[in-house]
Every structure is written in structure tokens, then in C-alpha cells.
């Protein structure tokens, strides 16, 4: 795991333990960008309710504010707090995640909308 802290010429490495995952929690609460492993390529990830954050990995990716940002979150409890799902993506949720499926999924979430500069749809994965 490889950790961009406030300024994003600092670069940390650390180990994808839970000593190396509580530093990298520490530092997405503090505004910082993470980088890490998923299951298929490396993900960039921030708090997505800190608009300074999402704006940094706008900034890394070079990447036009137009083009709207997945939201990998921890389980799907979590997207459900964030997105609606009805018994379809409920079902596929369940047979897929944790796993290579986003969603694109009504938002539920008005905070994380506003943040991610979104209108009314997220991608949202597990």
C-alpha cells in the first residue's frame, strides 16, 4: 500500500497489515490520498465527503471534474447507506461482491452527491 499524505510530493510505503491499514485510515481522515491493491488494479482512494480530497485525486489523475469518480466502499451495507437498491441489485450485489462488478446505482447519499460533484447516479463497487 503506498500512501500520498497532505502533500503530494510525500510518498510513504507501507504494509497492507493492520498497523499499515490504521495509518492509512489515519491519513484519509485527515484529508490524505491513499494508493492500493484491489482485485483487479490499484485504486486511488480519499474521503469522499472531503471535496479538498476528491478535488487532490482530480489533480493526480489529471482528470476532468466532467468524468465522475467510483466509490469503492467496505461492505455493501455501507453502499446501501449510500445508493438505493431495489431486489435486482440487491441479488446482484449479493452474488458479486466483494468483487469486479461497479454498480451504477441511483444516489441516496445527498453529502457524498454534493462532494463528488455527481447528478443523480454513482458508481458504487465492493
Not at 492509512?24 to 484491489?38: H, L, N
Not at 454498480?103 to 452527491?113: A, S, T
Amino acid at each position: 500500500m503506498i500512501i500520498k499524505e497532505k502533500n503530494l510530493d510525500d510518498i510513504l510505503k507501507v504494509n497492507c497489515d493492520k498497523e499499515g491499514i490504521e495509518k492509512a485510515s489515519r491519513i484519509i481522515s485527515d484529508g490524505g490520498i491513499v494508493v492500493f491493491p484491489t482485485d483487479t488494479v490499484y485504486g486511488i482512494g480519499c474521503d469522499p465527503y472531503n471535496k479538498k480530497s476528491v478535488q487532490k485525486i482530480y489533480e493526480i489523475k489529471s482528470r476532468s471534474i466532467v468524468k465522475s469518480l467510483p466509490v469503492l466502499t467496505y461492505s455493501k451495507e455501507t453502499a446501501k447507506k449510500i445508493a438505493h437498491f431495489d431486489k435486482i441489485t440487491e441479488k446482484i450485489a449479493d452474488k458479486f461482491w466483494p468483487g469486479a462488478l461497479t454498480m451504477i446505482l441511483k444516489i441516496k447519499d445527498k453529502k457524498i452527491k454534493e462532494s463528488l460533484n455527481l447528478e443523480d447516479k454513482i458508481a458504487i463497487r465492493v
